[in-house]
């Protein structure tokens, strides 16, 4: 275990080095003058060299990006150029939301693909399956902000029960906070859920078709006990797969749906320094989200050894 676990550890290792590289030269190296862009076209060159002096854009590349990852590493992210921040502050405060919102909608996301999922395969190309899959269909065309929108009509507008929008701070409580992010989680769950119920159902289907599970049925194991007792568990890793990139989509792609429900979020921190040419934040937040994704499937690979001893083994 201790061979596996380092190996995913110099994998986890490498990949954000290779990410943080990738980061910097794309927004750091690409032809363009940052500090003409927040100047303006029409700043004079004076103001404009003084400014990137002042940023550090005149100093050699290697040096800035020395200088960056040996920040990553202390948590010192810089100051923003927009708002006169620490960077770290801003997104620690965003991150405050997102991060709740992205495991909201995972846990819905996970209640209902797993029931459905589970239900659908256990009653095959029967009526229950045949509903199940055509729902799931139009959970995967739906687009979210679409959904979302709907969910403000109706219990918004219409029913009045939750707020169209904003987000009191957790300063007001636990429950008004999860109070204005049960419709955005439920919004970015109704099409993830959609997927993961089909890759819950094939998984299943799939160890369904054992010699085992025909051997625990013959021994008189009921069809109840079969399927969680022996398919359920064999059945994860692949569900297991795609909830970790799940939950990494939802805490990069959550933008548009806190751009609707107005969530002072990461992702609308990202929207609004991309609009205020604000690159340092820009830089990090990518640099963060890229870095949470890394983590979630260095988590998942340390699971599926949990679950099957077998990935590990082979691997080792």
């Not at 500090?35 to 076209?41: E, T």
């Not at 040096?63 to 708002?83: M, P, T």
């Not at 007792?229 to 890793?237: K, M, S, T, Y």
């Not at 990461?266 to 990090?284: C, E, H, P, Y």
Request: proline share 4%.
């Amino acid at each position: 275990m201790s061979l596996f676990l380092f190996k995913r550890l110099i994998t986890l290792i490498a990949t954000l080095v290779g990410t943080s590289v990738v980061v910097f030269l794309v927004l750091e190296i690409l032809p363009g003058n940052a500090a003409q862009i927040i100047m303006g076209p029409d700043a004079s060159p004076e103001a404009v060299l003084a400014l990137a002096h002042k940023l550090g854009l005149d100093r050699p590349a290697l040096a800035r990006y020395g200088e960056w990852v040996w920040g990553l590493l202390h948590g010192d992210l810089g100051l923003s150029y927009a708002y006169s921040t620490p960077v770290a502050e801003l997104v620690r405060e965003r991150l405050a939301l997102t991060v709740p919102l992205a495991l909201m909608a995972m846990a819905f996301t996970a209640a209902l693909a797993l029931a459905a999922g589970i239900y659908a395969a256990a009653r095959h190309n029967k009526l229950g399956d045949v509903g199940i899959m055509g729902l799931t269909q139009v959970g995967i065309a739906i687009p979210n902000f679409w959904f979302a929108i709907l969910l403000i009509l109706l219990f918004s507008v219409k029913l009045k029960w939750f707020s169209a929008g904003g987000f009191p701070g957790w300063d007001e409580g636990l429950l008004p906070g999860l109070r204005a992010l049960l419709l955005p989680a439920l919004s970015l769950a109704v099409v993830q859920s959609a997927i993961l119920a089909r890759i819950t159902r094939s998984s299943v289907l799939e160890v369904l078709r054992e010699d085992f599970v025909r051997t625990a049925r013959a021994k008189g194991v009921s069809q109840r006990g079969t399927l969680w007792g022996h398919v359920l568990r064999n059945a994860l890793i692949p569900v297991i797969t795609v909830m970790g990139l799940q939950f990494a989509e939802l805490l990069a792609g959550t933008i548009v749906v806190e751009s609707v429900f107005y969530l002072p979020g990461l992702g609308r921190l990202i929207f609004q320094s991309i609009a205020n040419r604000d690159l340092i934040v820009v830089r990090n937040c990518v640099m963060l989200l890229a870095a949470m994704v890394v983590i979630v499937n260095f988590v998942v690979d340390v699971l599926y050894a949990v679950i099957d001893p077998r990935v590990k083994a082979s691997d080792i």
